[in-house]
């Protein structure tokens, strides 16, 4: 699908440097391009960056960037996908309104009731 293409696409085209991962995190903070990557790879899979530095140390951008890239379309695509069929459904999206607006107005009167018996109002 395109939004995957995209993404491998802008993936393989971050800057990075020539050199392999770093090993460690000291030498990982005077590299911010891979910092970013590494960042963006422990977020997406819910890990610690230490623990990508850990399975990645000493490998090429390449193959990094191709797992990165996989990743994101494993995790990020479907959320864009669902996205998009709950915006196409305008009854859900109303009927979500409605309760919400609901809702609101109901914790507003309660509030405002609160406010006028303190102040010695009559209450609404």
Do not use: W
């Amino acid at each position: 699908n395109d939004t995957a293409d995209d993404i491998i696409q802008k993936n393989k085209k971050a800057k990075t440097d020539p050199h392999p991962l770093p090993y460690n995190i000291k030498e990982i903070q005077s590299r911010p391009e891979a910092l970013n990557l590494l960042s963006i790879f422990a977020a997406v899979n819910d890990i610690p960056t230490e623990e990508v530095l850990h399975q990645y140390s000493g490998k090429e951008f390449s193959l990094f960037k191709k797992d990165l890239a996989d990743a994101i379309v494993e995790n990020i695509c479907p959320i864009g996908k669902e996205m998009g069929k709950l915006m196409k459904d305008q009854k859900y999206l109303n009927d979500i309104m409605k309760n919400g607006r609901e809702k609101a107005i109901n914790l507003a009167d309660s509030v405002l009731k609160k406010v006028y018996d303190v102040m010695g109002f009559s209450s609404i």
